[in-house]
Every structure is written in structure tokens, then in C-alpha cells.
């Protein structure tokens, strides 16, 4: 075991469910390998303006089950400049700060990964994104939670669509990734699902939507990831209305409500394990990695690779979705 004697623990980027989980595995195995911990407020822009509070077991009393974060969380512009991240290190060097664990997605990383090659600090990055878009790992911390949060709502709105024969595009979250529309699609029952990593889906869908005529569906619902190439929902609907006139066409965007919410028991778990694996690794006197969970198995990528590789959809959820929609 290394001889860091206090660590910090910060919040970046958007929130994701279960990143209070992961800050109170942080503090606990602090408390419990008899290591000081502080709370960053705020993320990287909590280090520039030493916004840093002492935090010991019962600061994180009562949060596992909290959405958001109790850090806080911003996305510092001045932290990608050498003299904000100059600013960052004397306050860290001020309050004595001898590690850092991150919980965020890739841009996060990328600031973490650069402070530790300017500055010597060691960092620890765990992967806190809805968007499953990380590199080294099967899961990031709030994916379940939000995917649950679309299949509750698609649930909901097929009941909808069923009692008037409508036709709904549920847009989701994924600006550039197709990890959620995925998942929920298959989960929901979707006819047909829009992501960003395929080009020219609309053919397609325009004949899923004549099969699903011509077998004589009630409803039909798609799931439209944000960032798919044909526009996001309202194109799509729109292009859909001119194709099928006699559709009664609907479109919801879910925009935020994926975000936030009480975190799954999955969510709790991967991030208390995350969490835990983070402050050991510091102790072994590894760093500039991040903490991922790959087959049931906690595991570590460096932050170069998590940073500049991009997990590929797996073909066999499109197979599924395709066989299960017809």
C-alpha cells in the first residue's frame, strides 16, 4: 500500500443516478483504510476556486438512494486552460490533497488525464455517464437507472397509442450513442429504433411501418436516439407523415427526465463497487486509470484508452431488435 494520506473525490460533467453511491464508497473506504477525505463541490471548477470541504462517514448518511449528485457538477471551461489548472494545483497543494478520484464520462477523463501529466498528481477516473458510452467497461454509472426510466414512459405511452391508433417517435437520449435507444427499444417493444451509429434507417423504417400496416398493428412506437442520423424525432416524423398521410403521428422527447430519479439497485452496486476499487487502486500506487466493470468483473483501462477508444454496439442487439419487432 502507497502512503497517500488524503484523497478527493469530485463530480464532473452531466449527472448520472448512482454517482452518490459511488462518492459514499469513495468516503467510506477512505474512513475505512484510515485515509482523510474531502469532497470537491462543483467538479474541476470546485478545485479552482477551492471550493473543498472535509467529509468523513456520515457526510454520505442517507444518499445511496438519491439521484444527482451531492457534489455537484459543472463542465469547467477554465479548467481546460494551463492557468486554471495551475489554479487547481495550489488549492490541491493548499489542503494538502495527494490523489484524486473523478466520477464522469470522457471529457472528464481527458482533464483528469492531463492534470496528472502536469501536475504529478495521481487520479482515478469512474465512469459516471446515462449514455454507456466509455471504453473499459460493460456499464457506466446511471445507464440502467435510465434506460428503466424510458421503458417506464414507453410503457406508458404505448397504452396511449393503442387506445387511439397512433403512431408515437419517443426520442431519447444519445447525442452519440445508441446504447439507451437500444436497450429500451428491445426492452419496450419497439418497432423500430434510430441510432446514431446507422446511416440510412428511414428506407427501413418506412417498411417496417408497411409490415406493421399490413398485419394490422394498433400501435407503433420508435425509439429515436438524439443524435441518429436522419434528424432526431420531429425529421423523422415529419418525413414518416408525408410517406403515411393517414398516420395520426406523435412525437415526445423525454429530454431530462432520463437523467434523474432514485438509481437502480444495479446502478447502486456497480458504483459501490467502482467506488471502492478506486481508492484501493491509489493505494496500490497505480494511476492515470480508470476503475470499469467488464463479465461481473471489476477491472481497469488507462484513461488514454478510455479516452480516445469507443465502445462498438454489439450486432447482436440489432439482430434481436429486428427478430423481436416483427
Not at 431519447?172 to 429504433?193: F, H, L, N, Q, W
Request: charged share 25%.
Amino acid at each position: 500500500m502507497s502512503k497517500i494520506k488524503k484523497i478527493g473525490v469530485l463530480t464532473s460533467g452531466g449527472d448520472a443516478p448512482g454517482m452518490n453511491a459511488a462518492i459514499r464508497a469513495v468516503v467510506r473506504s477512505c474512513v475505512y483504510y484510515k485515509i482523510e477525505v474531502v469532497g470537491i463541490i462543483q467538479g474541476f471548477n470546485g478545485l479552482i476556486h477551492n471550493e473543498i470541504q472535509p467529509f468523513d462517514k456520515r457526510s454520505v448518511s442517507n444518499i445511496i438512494n438519491k439521484g444527482g449528485t451531492i457534489l455537484k457538477t459543472a463542465r469547467s471551461e477554465e479548467f481546460k486552460t494551463v492557468e486554471g489548472r495551475k489554479k487547481a494545483y495550489e488549492n490541491i497543494q493548499k489542503n494538502g490533497i495527494e490523489a484524486l478520484v473523478i466520477i464522469g464520462g470522457d471529457g472528464s477523463f481527458t482533464g483528469a488525464s492531463i492534470f496528472e501529466e502536469e501536475f504529478n498528481i495521481p487520479c482515478i477516473g469512474i465512469p459516471g455517464t446515462i449514455d454507456n458510452d466509455i471504453y473499459g467497461t460493460d456499464y457506466t454509472i446511471g445507464f440502467d437507472t435510465a434506460v428503466n426510466t424510458v421503458v417506464e414512459a414507453a410503457d406508458k405511452i404505448r397504452d396511449t397509442a393503442s387506445s387511439h391508433n397512433r403512431f408515437f417517435f419517443i426520442e431519447v437520449m444519445g447525442r452519440d450513442s445508441g446504447y439507451i435507444a437500444m436497450y429500451s427499444g428491445i426492452a419496450c417493444g419497439a418497432e423500430k429504433v434510430l441510432i446514431p451509429e446507422l446511416d440510412g434507417e428511414f428506407e427501413s423504417l418506412v417498411e417496417t411501418l408497411k409490415q406493421s400496416h399490413a398485419s394490422k398493428k394498433t400501435s407503433n412506437i420508435v425509439i429515436v436516439a438524439e443524435g441518429d442520423q436522419e434528424g432526431g424525432a420531429y425529421e423523422i416524423a415529419e418525413k414518416t407523415k408525408k410517406v403515411f398521410p393517414e398516420y395520426d403521428v406523435k412525437v415526445t422527447v423525454l429530454g431530462h427526465i432520463q437523467r434523474g430519479g432514485a438509481p437502480s439497485y444495479f446502478d447502486r452496486v456497480i458504483a459501490t463497487r467502482m467506488g471502492v476499487k478506486a481508492v484501493e487502486v491509489l493505494l496500490l500506487g497505480r494511476s492515470n486509470i480508470m476503475v470499469g466493470i467488464e463479465n461481473n468483473h471489476i477491472v481497469t483501462t488507462s484513461l488514454k484508452d478510455a479516452i480516445k477508444q469507443h465502445p462498438s454496439l454489439n450486432p447482436e442487439l440489432l439482430n434481436v431488435a429486428q427478430i423481436a419487432s416483427i
